[in-house]
């Protein structure tokens, strides 16, 4: 017989098991890469420094996402249940896909506040020191841009959506995903789709080491760049060198976005 508490535990299990997804993409990004890179790249010269972004990487969301979790927890959902009755109701491939787009378009926005005003450009430095773009180097993230990134990525999902254990996984691997994706060394061709949807060259150009408008902040989509003249297409810029342009801070500062 099957146990009372079934669901419960399926849940549990989902909810736990998501960075599953993020290990195995981890593998198969790896694997194209080695197949078909983009360009040479040195991965002993930046280890330390990669293998720094990924721990605190991972403690910071715990620490930060966790603590979102407990603020919206302490909202009073009955509040919200009938202005948003209707948006929880949807089919489940239809919230997940407004996930997706409602959390990209506040990502834009977070971006480009990170990258026009310099006490919000503090928050998001440490990642711009990327200098080698490849799929592990893209972890580079200080506690306070994960704090920032991770308001929508929060209140989104459990507030607005109340999205269940099995959409919650889907939207966390379709994250993952772009995460690996767009920072990956991979020489890959999408063909009509790249007018849509951001690529590694696209993401590239953003990182670029040049003094400048910030270009291609899009995340997911580069409809947004497209609406609001940031956008420029890949060229030679894709191909040339990354990083910070000037000095660097001390790297705790960075690495906490002070």
Known sequence: MLPENLPRLVADALVEYQSLSLVLLAIGFATLEAILPHHPVDRRRDLRLDLLGVVAGVAFVAVAYGGLRRLVGLADGRAWDGALLALRGLPSVAKVLLVILLVDFSIYWLHA???????????????????????????????????????????????????????????AAVANFVQLWTHTNLKVDIGPLQ?????????????????????NLGNVLTVWDRLFGTHEAPGRSAAGRCGLVGPRPPLLRMVLGL
Request: charged share 15%.
């Open 113 to 171: 506040f990170m990258h026009r005003w310099e006490f919000a450009w503090r928050m998001h430095r440490w990642h711009h020191t990327i200098e080698q773009m490849y799929w592990f180097a893209g972890f580079r993230a200080s506690f306070l841009h994960i704090l920032l990134y991770g308001v929508p990525q929060v209140v989104l999902p459990v507030i607005v959506f109340d999205l269940g254990p099995w959409e919650t996984t889907v939207a």
């Open 195 to 215: 007018w849509l949807f951001v690529t590694p060259d696209y993401h590239r150009v953003h990182h670029r080491a040049a003094i400048g408008p910030p270009r």
